[in-house]
């Protein structure tokens, strides 16, 4: 099946920094998801996005599928952005599920 | 809010015991997903419905089973649990299929001591 991986598996941050997170894919997908794990469990949606650029307030999200990665951009993070953030995709090849990444846990400190 | 409603949210019970996890999906969405995450196997998917039909299988073992009914709901049935089986399971669901944005709910977190 198609893998997903997903990196820095782990990250730190100061309050207000930016960083970059990054999925990579092995196959041709036709869905790409990008969602936010609170640290009470929930799975809240982040963009909707198999190729392209889509910004929403402090997050960007840019997918360039010819080349199988996405790329999710949190600037001026705050303590509520920590989480752990998984992308998932949806291959190409007939599958009816979304293959998950392992995820980015971010922790954000004041 | 998702708008996808996942009852009860915690659930804690014994081995060898039976639940049933439930799920409302969002107004108009025909699709139903369940999904499993444990923290040593990450997010698994376990079955799909589509309008009343199952559509796919994933890793769902024999012991659990699914449907989803006339009014769109699903459930998932766990039964002879072990303690393996603790974990979150989600819902989620999406209008169609997965070329279509899919909606989670907030997970039922099972317990089996």
């Known amino acids: 099946g198609i893998q997903v991986e997903q990196s820095p598996p782990d990250l730190i941050l100061q309050e207000g920094a930016n960083s970059t997170l990054r999925c990579n894919f092995s196959?041709?997908?036709?869905?790409l998801q990008w969602f936010h794990q609170n640290p009470w469990g929930q799975l809240i949606n982040l963009f909707y996005?198999?190729?392209g650029t889509k910004q929403n307030g402090r997050l960007s999200a840019t997918t360039v599928a010819t080349e199988r990665y996405s790329l999710l951009y949190i600037s001026s993070s705050q303590t509520t952005d920590s989480g752990v953030y998984f992308c998932?995709?949806?291959?190409?090849?007939?599958?009816?599920?979304?293959?998950f990444g392992t995820g980015t846990r971010l922790t954000v400190i004041p | 809010d998702s708008g996808v409603t996942q009852t009860p949210k915690h659930l804690i019970t014994a081995t060898g015991q039976r639940v049933t996890l439930r799920c409302s999906p969002r107004?108009?969405?025909?699709?139903v997903y369940w999904y499993q995450q444990s923290l040593d196997q990450g997010l698994q998917f376990l079955i799909q419905?589509?309008?009343?039909?199952?559509?796919a299988k994933g890793n769902i073992l024999e012991r659990f089973s699914a449907q989803q009914f006339p009014d769109l709901h699903s459930e998932l049935n766990l039964s002879s649990l072990e303690l393996g089986d603790s974990a979150l399971y989600f819902c989620?669901?999406?209008?169609?299929?997965?070329?279509?944005?899919?909606?989670f709910g907030q997970g039922t977190r099972l317990t089996v001591v």
């Open positions: 996005i198999p190729s």
């Open positions: 989620a669901s999406s209008v169609e299929g997965l070329n279509t944005e899919a909606f």
């Open positions: 196959d041709s997908v036709n869905n």
């Open positions: 419905y589509y309008n009343g039909e199952e559509r």
């Open positions: 107004s108009g969405d025909l699709s």
């Open positions: 998932a995709v949806l291959p190409n090849y007939g599958a009816n599920n979304l293959f």
